[in-house]
């Protein structure tokens, strides 16, 4: 069975520039998450969606990220413009089903961006 | 707010000894833990879980032990290996089967 895809798997860019992830989850994992790892600290989620539907972006800074996944399989995921602070390792999970109970997440390799 | 926490960041441990990871949360609304063990320019990838309802969790090397009247858990690795050298995140499950992460420590096992 293939696991999550990510590309690129890094990127450095100039602060206010423009960059975007993609994510191509396992198949049939209806639910998918994008996770900021910084430096030292754990993953914190960014965004969940359902299918195409967004279930939570409480912290997603959406001035300046935003995120979609139209068709309910793959998501990117962009920053304009990035900020020095962006600089982290983004994962992007994915479940079964994310219903009221637990469900495992499967974590891609990540794309670690660097922003100077 | 930090709902998980692992207050150490790195452990070191001879081969053949046991590994004691530690790990606090807050929210008492978790109804799994779990632990991730991740290594450099790799996702995460799931260790071992334990529902709210138990109090042990043991899959081979691996044991997780939950104390819910101290809301804190570890992961014990016995015997330890040079292989398990990687950083080990606790996470909690809460709703909508949201994970929230520790900071991570850093096992070193030494041969």
């Known amino acids: 069975e293939a696991g999550v895809a990510q590309s690129p798997r890094y990127k450095i860019i100039e602060k206010r520039q423009s960059v975007a992830f993609w994510c191509n989850p396992i198949?049939?994992?209806?639910?998918l998450y994008w996770y900021q790892q910084i430096l030292g600290q754990g993953p914190k989620l960014l965004i969940q969606?359902?299918?195409?539907?967004?279930?939570?972006d409480s912290q997603l800074p959406k001035d300046r990220f935003s995120a979609e996944r139209l068709k309910g399989v793959d998501s990117t995921l962009k920053i304009q413009p990035a900020k020095l602070e962006d600089s982290a390792v983004y994962l992007c999970?994915?479940?079964?089903?994310?219903?009221?109970?637990?469900?495992?997440?499967?974590f891609g390799p990540g794309t670690r961006l660097t922003v100077l | 707010d930090q709902q998980v926490k692992q207050n150490s960041p790195s452990l070191r441990v001879q081969e053949g000894r046991i590994s004691i990871l530690n790990c606090d949360y807050t929210?008492?609304?978790?109804?799994?833990f779990l632990w991730y063990k991740k290594y450099p320019a790799e996702g995460p990838t799931f260790l071992i879980s334990?529902?709210?309802?138990?109090d042990k969790n043991e899959d081979g090397r691996f044991t997780v032990f939950l104390n819910k009247s101290a809301k804190h858990l570890s992961l014990h690795i016995v015997p330890s290996q040079p292989g398990d050298s990687a950083v080990y995140f606790c996470?909690?499950?809460?709703?909508?089967?949201?994970?929230?992460f520790g900071t991570g420590t850093s096992l070193t096992v030494i041969p």
């Open positions: 929210n008492s609304m978790f109804d799994y």
């Open positions: 969606f359902q299918n195409n539907g967004v279930v939570d």
């Open positions: 999970a994915s479940s079964l089903l994310a219903g009221s109970s637990y469900n495992e997440q499967f």
């Open positions: 996470a909690g499950n809460g709703i909508g089967n949201q994970f929230y």
């Open positions: 198949s049939g994992h209806a639910t």
């Open positions: 334990i529902s709210s309802i138990k």
